[in-house]
């Protein structure tokens, strides 16, 4: 099962910048597939490949990433749009994972 959420994870990340390379204009109506897959591989990378100690981290991670996403990065020239749509779709990938990770953790504490 480590294999799937291993490929799951490198099927997201690919598939991400695929999509934010391309942008919405190239992927049209093919976006929202592009998106509820991202979701799909994200909710499988949350469940399968995030252990309890490494929660804490992924966690942080992912705001981090959410928080980068917010940055001008379409001020810089030639390469700031597609650096924004790159970590769009990251941040679609990412975001159910941390959704399952959270969870997670709430049990984790819940148990003891």
């Known amino acids: 099962m480590k294999k799937v959420g291993h490929w799951a994870f490198i099927a997201g990340i ?3 910048v695929i999509a934010g390379v391309a942008g919405q204009q190239y ?4 976006s929202t597939y592009v998106n ?7 909710l499988v990378v949350g469940y399968l490949n995030i252990q309890q100690k490494e929660m804490q981290t992924f966690l942080i991670a992912t705001i981090a990433l959410m928080l980068v996403r917010s940055a001008g990065f379409e001020a810089i020239p030639q390469i700031g749009s597609y650096l924004k749509d790159i970590l769009l779709y990251i941040t679609i990938f990412v975001a159910p994972a941390a959704l399952i990770v959270a969870l997670k953790a709430v049990y984790e504490l819940g148990k003891s």
Request: hydrophobic share 70%; glycine share 14%; net charge neutral.
């Open 27 to 30: 992927l049209g109506t093919y």
């Open 36 to 42: 509820i897959l991202l979701v799909l591989l994200g």
């Open 14 to 16: 690919v598939i991400a």
